[in-house]
């Protein structure tokens, strides 16, 4: 190790590389120094004791950064540490590097890794679907640091999605960029404005697709012919209980009570657990299924059991020429004709396992046509035979 005070940018240039690195000081006093490779690299350093601990930071390749500049960011790392020191070392370390401004995808990671790991009833599926979002519609904003994201983007990524995708899916897109907004300023106490917050949503109009009279009996003689015999009674369950896709294949053998005709569904999605009774069909298809594993559908993947017959339905379903049908929809097949057979719509929601009368107002219709038909024969009862 040499010393030379004050070298020039004709001392720097004339160093030739060793057979081994080297360093050499401008001045002691200042910290600034500059390291050699066997390579001919060279960058400046500073390097001091801090709080009694030795502290090396690098300014740069020189010549990229001339002396003057590696001098004056020497000066600045000594100004900084003498004022700390002067405050008795109370506070950051000033030559601690802040922490980098998070990603999108840094968020996005996170907030699978750390959220829906341990709160969602599908934690794979559920990160899975989000990953899947994110790269669908907004890839190109993944590498984006918080900060740079405007709520003028969000907006004209919100109409625009409205416009190639539909109305529901970019208001989907927007939550979950608030999302992932609000988890950052949860998880890393980040400061930033959630340029996703305020946004106002399209108008949505829910769907009030069932399988009709007609097409149950198609359905029904199709289901008879099925090989795939877990998604012919997967089908019949979903159907005759009402229950959603992912309660009916995580349904547990523990969670049923064959002899009494009940399932429970300890983990639906309104959070609320409820009782399903079940219809004399249901029972023998369960009945039918009896086995050792701890569930209905089991499967090798990861949860154990299946999580989607998407497919297979949708093959179905061109099979036999029905058109516009989802696997939600059996659901609100359920839901629909209890509705046309009069039922209220609190017992509706009660078989649904919905949390609010808002989620059944859907049937309201319905059900007010089966009053109108109900209130027409009787009062052609009372009037038979008779004339106003």
Request: charged share 25%; net charge positive.
């Amino acid at each position: 190790m040499s010393v030379k005070r004050n070298f020039t940018k004709k001392d720097l240039d004339a160093l030739a590389p060793a057979a081994k690195r080297y360093t050499v000081y401008d001045d002691r006093v200042s910290g600034l120094g500059l390291l050699v490779q066997p390579t001919g690299h060279k960058a400046f350093f500073w390097f001091r004791k801090v709080h009694g601990q030795p502290t090396w930071r690098t300014i740069g390749d020189f010549p990229d950064i001339s002396i003057e500049q590696a001098r004056s960011r020497a000066s600045e790392m000594n100004t900084s540490t003498a004022d700390w020191k002067a405050r008795r070392y109370d506070g950051p370390n000033p030559l601690t590097q802040p922490a980098q401004e998070p990603t999108v995808n840094d968020m996005l990671e996170d907030y699978c890794n750390r959220r829906l790991a341990t709160h969602a009833k599908n934690p794979t599926a559920a990160a899975k679907r989000v990953r899947w979002s994110i790269g669908m519609y907004f890839s190109h904003w993944k590498s984006r640091r918080l900060s740079s994201i405007t709520r003028k983007q969000v907006i004209d990524l919100h109409q625009s999605l409205g416009e190639k995708h539909g109305h529901v899916t970019a208001n989907r897109i927007v939550t979950l960029l608030r999302t992932i907004f609000n988890w950052a300023a949860k998880s890393c106490e980040w400061k930033g404005e959630n340029p996703a917050s305020r946004i106002e949503p399209f108008a949505e109009r829910s769907r009030e697709r069932f399988l009709l009279p007609e097409e149950l009996p198609v359905l029904f003689d199709a289901l008879r012919l099925e090989a795939n015999r877990d998604l012919r009674d997967f089908i019949v369950i979903a159907l005759f209980t009402g229950a959603r896709m992912s309660d009916v294949l995580g349904m547990r053998w523990a969670d049923l009570n064959l002899d009494k005709a009940t399932w429970r569904i300890h983990e639906p999605k309104a959070k609320r657990p409820y009782t399903s009774e079940l219809v004399p069909e249901v029972v023998d298809i369960l009945k039918e299924r009896k086995q050792t594993k701890p569930w209905v559908f089991p499967s090798f993947g990861e949860s154990g059991h299946l999580v989607s017959l998407k497919r297979g339905w949708k093959q179905l379903l061109t099979r036999i020429g029905i058109k516009n049908v989802r696997i939600h929809d059996l659901r609100r097949t359920f839901g629909s004709y209890q509705a046309m057979e009069g039922v209220s719509l609190h017992i509706i929601g009660g078989t649904l396992g919905h949390s609010s009368t808002a989620s059944t107002e859907i049937y309201a219709r319905l059900q007010g046509e089966t009053k109108r038909a109900a209130a027409v024969k009787a009062t052609q009862k009372m009037l038979a035979g008779k004339t106003i």
